[in-house]
């Protein structure tokens, strides 16, 4: 399965690291045996220079925003960005359809703000709130049931965009077609490799899981569920 592999591609929270934490001894370690084999590729949900410091500037080009944006790590320790793409979004749109949702499905009480609007024209659906407390956060929706169970509604709704069931209590959701298979298909053609030449780790890889469409597709996976045990899963790579 890994013969023809050159690159390893990865997602970040759930994969190598806790939500927003930085990467562990035992991972790092790991990183850097794998780096004297192949060419590593951090492949994300969110912006590339936030990663890079969640990283603590780990040597690693990046892909951010489900593709819209791209690093490089540069011989000086730094990031430079060399694509940022931004798309329009309608906003006026965007809230009728999740006011609507939200009267449909019985979210009609949050804290804060009813949608997030991100600088690239990502959008995110906070079912309970911009500003909801992040311990009612966790306890919302915490196997992804809730969502899972309208998700297909969703994508129908927001046709225009790649939904995913994001962190504990949203819906993320990219102007199409940015995804991470969409981001590793277009770095293949951008550096003449092969899907066969890629092989991505991650570890959201169900239903509506920004990983899913990589997971589903014809590129190399290896799946992770705890994030502890990156070391034991990617032993046959070393």
């Not at 046709?159 to 819906?171: H, M, P, R, T």
Request: hydrophobic share 35%.
């Amino acid at each position: 399965m890994f013969e023809n592999i050159k690159v390893i591609a990865m997602d970040l929270d759930g994969t190598l690291t806790q939500h927003k934490s930085p990467l562990s001894p035992e991972n790092k370690a790991t990183l850097d045996a794998l780096s004297k084999k192949y060419k590593l590729l951090m492949v994300g949900a969110g912006q590339v220079m936030r990663i890079f410091n969640q990283m603590e500037h780990y040597p690693i080009d990046i892909i951010g925003n489900y593709g819209m944006q791209y690093g490089e790590y540069q011989p000086d320790g730094t990031m430079k960005l060399i694509r940022d793409d931004v798309a329009e979004c309608d906003r006026e749109a965007v809230a009728a359809k999740i006011d609507a949702m939200r009267k449909k499905y019985g979210f009609t009480e949050y804290a804060g703000e009813s949608v997030e609007y991100h600088p690239s024209g990502c959008i995110t659906f906070p079912l309970i709130g911009t500003k909801a407390k992040q311990e009612d956060k966790l306890a919302f929706d915490p196997d992804r049931s809730k969502r899972r169970a309208f998700y297909e509604d969703v994508v129908k709704v927001f046709d225009e965009y790649c939904v995913f069931v994001g962190g504990s209590s949203s819906f993320d959701m990219a102007p199409k077609p940015f995804n991470k298979y969409h981001a590793l298909d277009r770095y293949c053609q951008e550096n003449g490799l092969a899907h066969e030449n890629v092989v991505y780790i991650g570890d959201d890889y169900g239903l509506g899981g920004n990983d899913e469409s990589v997971y589903v597709s014809d590129f190399p996976y290896i799946t992770i569920d705890d994030y502890t045990t990156f070391p034991d899963r990617v032993k046959e790579l070393l």
